[in-house]
Nanobody, 120 residues
Framework: VQLQASGGGLVQPGGSLSLSCVAS????????MGWYRQAPGKERELIAT???????KYADSIKGRFTINTDNAKNTVYLQQNNLKPEDTAVYYC???????????????WGQGTQVTVSS
């Protein structure tokens, strides 16, 4: 099982970006997917999660500006980022709680990270 994130880049304050993350491999089921970020010198923080049923949770720092959603048929999670601020600059990581074929338990898988830089 692999997760591949994409969509990062350089954007001016107030701009928008759309991140995506595709899970591939021998997947039986995905329980939930999420996005984390890690800024230089800081710990990785959870910013948004979504369950297979569509229940979402957001960090207070991005509420009202970011939206998480999924395409369950494509095993893909998206993060729409609007009104970006310089403090949103970080490497963004996706993860997913996946039951892989042949396994009895779910486990967490991580994508490789995509850089988002907000600067004028």
């Amino acid at each position: 099982v692999q997760l591949q994130a994409s969509g990062g880049g350089l954007v001016q304050p107030g701009g928008s970006l759309s991140l995506s993350c595709v899970a591939s491999g021998r997947i039986r089921n995905i329980n939930s997917m999420g996005w984390y970020r890690q800024a230089p010198g800081k710990e990785r923080e959870l910013i948004a999660t979504i369950t297979r049923g569509g229940t979402t949770k957001y960090a207070d720092s991005i509420k009202g500006r970011f939206t998480i959603n999924t395409d369950n048929a494509k095993n893909t999670v998206y993060l729409q980022q609007n009104n970006l601020k310089p403090e949103d600059t970080a490497v963004y990581y996706c993860n997913a709680d996946i039951l892989a074929t042949g396994n009895a338990l779910y486990r967490i898988y991580w994508g490789q990270g995509t850089q988002v830089t907000v600067s004028s």
